[in-house]
């Protein structure tokens, strides 16, 4: 299976399913994010790359002089709950199914490509982030969020090294392979992005303190990332024995009734010069 062919799989399978139903969760949890995110937006035609459940794409369109906001993502069931939210919000916000790598955008039509989260999954980079160039018109701006890597981000890999004695089939994340941590390497970013046309490239350090209830860990840590996929489709013996060890690793981060922890992030800032 090619790494495009799985991460569509993923996207419209478990993973897409435990985003949909967590959202309130994930909302909470990545709020700092979509504040950095939205602090440097502008334009009035915007593409919301990897959109999940549409809170970026909804909240640009709250932004004054945003007249668009288009939100794409490779899982229909999180652009379902895309366009839920939209309507429940009065927004404008529209959203389409897709890969950002191979979609067919029209050409020049967007001021600003913005994501939170949602490039670092790219089969072929370089061609995707030369893709959304060309939809990008000329003098318009490319604005990311991504993670920098694993070890600075202790809370994001808890549940599966946890797990990992007792899931020994979870898969073993490779460095600057697609998946979360896949554009951790600023150096790396820096590459793809100047191979793929961008100019005036800035890649700034930024940390973020989240948090969730309590109340919600044990359904983070039985849905969420490699654990949560496979606690799905395990039986009741194994999630009896996972869950209790797995929750129990994740005591460093839990205050009172909130779980918190800092996430270590890069800001991309790239420019689109070329006519």
Known sequence: MSDEQGQRERWNGRAGSAWVTSQALLDRMM???EEVLLEGVSGERILDVGCGTGVTTVG?????GVRTCVGLDISEQ???????????AGSPATFVVGDAQ??????????????RFGVMFFADPVAAFANLRAATRPGGKLRCITWRDAAENPF????????APLLPDLPVREPN????FGLADREIVRKILTESGWTDIDIEPFGAECSFAEADLIRYVTQ???????????????????VPVVRAAFEPFVAGDEVR??????????RNTTS
């Open 60 to 64: 640009a369109t709250r932004i004054p």
């Open 224 to 242: 969420m990332g490699h654990v949560g996929i496979a606690l799905a489709g395990a039986d009741d013996q194994t999630r009896d024995r996972v």
């Open 177 to 180: 392979e697609p998946g979360q």
């Open 156 to 163: 994001m890999t808890t549940a599966e090294r946890a797990a």
């Open 78 to 88: 999180m652009v379902d709950a895309a366009r839920e939210r939209a309507e429940r």
């Open 102 to 115: 191979t979609f067919g955008f029209e050409p020049a039509a967007y001021d600003l490509v913005m994501s």
């Open 261 to 270: 922890f800092d996430a270590a992030c890069w800001l991309i800032r790239a």
């Open 31 to 33: 709020k700092p994010f």
